[in-house]
Every structure is written in C-alpha cells, then in structure tokens.
C-alpha cells in the first residue's frame, strides 16, 4: 500500500493507494494539523512508500515527513515534481520544473479521463487555469486570488469593506457583505467561462479544490467537478 499526500495551501488531503484503488480519507486544514493528530489517523495504516505533493510552507512538509518518519522508521518518502513530459501530458512551461506540482498532476488526471481538449481549474487558495489540447501538449494556465484571497485583500487594503465568510443569495447586493461574496464569486466565474470562450468547442471543463462547487453553481458552461484530481494524479504517476 502507497500513502498519497496533497499538500495544499489550505488543507492535507491523502489518501490510500492499493490493489488499483484509491481510498481518501478525512482531509485536515493545515492550521489544524499537529504531529499528534497525524500519529491518530495514520497509525494503523502500514504504508509501503509515500509521495507527496506539496504547494504549502516548508514548515509543514517537514512535520509530516516528521511524522512519516516516526510511524514508519525507513519507509521511502518522495516529493513529486513537475516532468518535461509524463503519461500523455507535455509540459509547456518554459521551465518545466517551475509548473506547480499540483497543476502538474491535475494535467495528467484528466488526460487520463479524455483526449478532448480540456480545461483544468483548481478553485484553491489561488485559482489556477491549464488548458490541454487533443494532443496532450499543456498551452499554459493563468492564476489568480481565490475567492477567500480576494475578500481577505479588501479587508486588509480598504477601511470599510469587513471580511466576511456567510454566504448570501446570488446577485446584484444591497448590502456591503453581499456585494463582496457576489463580486468574488462573479470573479472567478467570469476568468473560467472567458478562458472557455477563447478555446475549440469541444474543450472539457474540470473542476477541483475546495471552493470549486460552490464556483459551479454559478457557471454558465458545462463541467465535471472532480474533488481528488491531484491525488489522482498521484496515483497514476
């Protein structure tokens, strides 16, 4: 069995990986996460390799190779990276080592899924954008502030606009909180349905992170919500 560990800006999502099959577990904000609570969930696990992948602080990385240590004295533990190429998927950074290893796996999920063209957003702390070709051959990506970002940005950088975490009804707002979840909200939705606009018809959308459902309601294009793309990318490299 072969322990998987997305390491994200937010959150630890992991998950199992034997016979062919992949089994998440609970997944943990990183502000939550401790060498103890860590030792509690994977105790009982028996894990013959880890992989990870990592976009958080360094910090955290080495408190669960800490943790992945103590459990299991000599297991090996590899850190995934981004590759020129990798399973049907081309890199098409100039530096391909430079591409996030998150986007780098979520690629290759989803070529795995279809040889149409495809559009891979990841509705994070950032919001990152790659798009495929038929051929696999990664045309670049775009990035911006997620929806959480962007409220914590006018918080911090405006005297009157609160931070605000509620959610409200969707549309135009006659009260300042609404404004800003709508507006955030809007946001994402208009970079994702303007890359859509700018590629072949038959391009696939996917979606994935945290804040993904919620941008899917609002989206005008068709979609498939996929919640473990990296980890499944994981698993298949």
Request: glycine share 6%.
């Amino acid at each position: 069995m072969k322990l998987l560990l997305d390491l994200g800006n937010s959150r630890l999502k992991w998950a199992c990986a034997e016979n062919n099959q992949l089994h998440c577990g609970e997944s943990l904000s990183n502000s939550d996460i401790t060498q103890q609570i860590l030792y509690i969930l994977w105790r009982d696990l028996e894990p013959q390799k880890v992989t990870i992948s990592c976009v958080a602080k360094s910090e955290l990385l080495h408190l669960i190779t800490a943790v992945a240590r103590k459990l299991w004295r000599d297991i090996p533990i590899n850190c995934a990276s981004a590759e020129t190429r990798a399973l049907g998927v081309k890199n098409g950074y100039l530096k391909p080592e430079k591409l996030g290893i998150d986007r780098w796996l979520a690629l290759i999920a989803t070529r795995q899924k279809t040889t149409k063209p495809t559009c891979v957003v990841d509705c994070g702390t950032a919001i990152t954008v790659d798009v495929l070709n038929s051929n696999g051959e990664h045309q670049g990506g775009l990035i911006c502030a997620g929806l959480t970002l962007m409220k914590n940005a006018l918080a911090l950088h405006t005297a009157d606009l609160p931070l605000t975490t509620a959610s409200h009804q969707v549309g135009l707002a006659i009260e300042t909180e609404a404004a800003i979840y709508n507006g955030t909200l809007f946001a994402a939705c208009g970079l994702i349905e303007r890359v859509m606009q700018k590629q072949p018809q038959n391009t696939q959308l996917f979606l994935t992170g945290g804040d993904a459902l919620i941008i899917s309601t609002q989206l005008t294009c068709p979609f498939f919500l996929e919640p473990n793309l990296v980890l499944e990318g994981l698993f298949l490299i």
